[in-house]
Every structure is written in C-alpha cells, then in structure tokens.
C-alpha cells in the first residue's frame, strides 16, 4: 500500500509543478489553484507512506522521480533543451534512488 500511495504523491507532484510553470508567478487563478492543491495531495499521500516505509527511501523516490520526470516534461512539452549534462544528472538521480531502494528500507 506504501508504494501506491507514494505514486499518487510523485503523480500529484508532477502535476503540481507543471502547473506552476502555468501558472505565471501565481498570476493566473487556475493554474495556481492546481499548484497549491496538488502539493496539499501530494504531501498527505506522502505522510501516508511514512507508516510503511522509511522516511529517506520514500522522500528520495519522491523526489527522484519527481525530478526525472519533471525533466522529461521539460523537455518533451515546455521545449527545454537538452545536453549530456542534463541526461547524465537525471541519470544519477535515478540510480540513487534504485540504490536506495537495494540498501532495503526499514519499517518505522
């Protein structure tokens, strides 16, 4: 159940943050309105986790994922560019997160 709840968490994210690139400095009502409503989701859907998994593993993978996806976003839909540099950096960012998941994670 950590788990499922945990990607509701990295979904709402994700949506979170691409509506604040919308949202235009909270200059724009709706945009700003999914932008706070979905950081309220996401980090109650990840408190939820905390009671199955430990709270490291579960922020790096919401964070990580939220990260590299984010970035995927970026630059498949807001035309951001895109380098080795960027690659290598989202590529870090997912194998920290699959090595923290390897180390095991402890209930609290």
Known sequence: MGYVL??????????????MKYSEGFTRLWPS??????YVVSYTLLSGT???MSV?????IW???????MAVIGVLFLH??????R????GLVIVGVV???LGGSSSP
């Open 6 to 19: 945990l990607a509701g968490a990295i979904a709402a994210e994700i949506a979170a943050t691409t509506a």
């Open 33 to 38: 309105l999914v932008t706070l409503c979905g």
């Open 50 to 52: 905390l009671r199955t």
């Open 56 to 60: 490291g593993t579960a922020y790096a």
């Open 63 to 69: 964070a990580g994922a939220g990260t590299a996806v």
């Open 80 to 85: 951001e560019s895109v380098s080795p540099v």
């Open 87 to 90: 690659l290598a950096g989202v």
């Open 99 to 101: 090595f923290l998941n």
